[in-house]
């Protein structure tokens, strides 16, 4: 994938690998739990 997320702490960041790379954060403590569930439920489903 041309994206990455990277989780750390209340912000979220992503990145896009493109011709000019470039990447924002958001810092929210909402949207970086929403993300944490996310990972872990779809950890869980990849275990099955």
């Keep these: ?10 912000k979220v960041a992503t990145l896009i690998w493109g011709e000019i790379p470039s990447a ?4 929210s403590k909402h949207v970086s739990k929403a993300y944490k569930v996310f ?3 779809m950890w869980k489903i990849a275990k099955k």
């Design 39 to 41: 990972f872990e439920d």
């Design 1 to 10: 994938m041309p994206t990455g997320v990277i989780v750390f702490g209340n």
């Design 24 to 27: 924002f954060v958001i810092e």
